[in-house]
């Protein structure tokens, strides 16, 4: 199994050491290009700014490729930025690869002094959640599962094929989040 890391900003390398922590059999490829794209069987969209990276990708000629591979079943993950970028509604914004029927808030969760961490459910698992500068999704579509809560708000959702997680399971060395979108390409959704 190949697992890609959107590589063009972001929490890239933390994504990988994970990945890499849940088999040694699984390869990590870093994906700038279409080529290293169509290697992969799942790809990470990491958090970083979101407004950056849609012109990062746009730059890379990745938003048709991406969106084309995720249309066709290939399973995505977009933790914060990456989850702004999936979703199919930005308050206030253009959305970008409307893969995810949910609305996001950018920046809901505070500025980056108000970062924090908590820990909640996510599926059947208890786990620690970084949150960074987080999007809120304030709402979801029938066919999202949600995954885990805070304060009443969704903050790891599922639709098919595309998770997304508000905070960042990448900033802890728990590995159990990784192992689930590893799960999801396995069993190709
Ligand atoms: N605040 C960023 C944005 O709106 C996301 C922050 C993150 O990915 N940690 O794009």
């Not at 990456?82 to 959305?95: D, K, M, Q, S, V």
């Not at 908590?118 to 599926?123: I, L, M, R």
Request: aromatic share 6%.
């Amino acid at each position: 199994m190949t697992v890609g890391v959107l590589a063009l900003q972001g929490s890239v390398s933390e994504h990988a050491k994970l990945i890499r922590s849940v088999n040694k059999k699984i390869d990590v490829v870093e994906v700038r290009t279409i080529d290293e794209l169509a290697t992969v069987d799942g790809l990470i969209i990491p958090g970083g700014e979101s407004t950056t990276l849609r012109i990062l990708v746009d730059n890379a000629n990745l938003y048709t490729p991406i969106k084309a591979r995720v249309e066709a079943g290939m399973p995505v993950w977009g933790t914060c930025a990456g989850l702004i970028l999936l979703a199919n509604n930005i308050e206030g914004e253009r959305p970008y690869f409307g893969l995810l029927d949910a609305t996001v808030k950018r920046n809901a969760y505070g500025r980056q002094i108000d970062s924090f961490v908590t820990e909640g459910d996510f599926a059947d698992m208890y786990i620690n959640m970084v949150f960074i500068r987080a999007p809120k999704i304030t709402k979801v579509g029938e066919d999202v599962d949600v995954l885990s809560e805070l304060d009443g708000a969704p903050v790891a959702v599922r639709q098919g094929n595309v998770l997304a997680t508000a905070f960042h399971p990448e900033m802890t060395k728990d590995n159990r989040v990784h192992r689930y979108f590893c799960n999801m390409i396995e069993n190709k959704v």
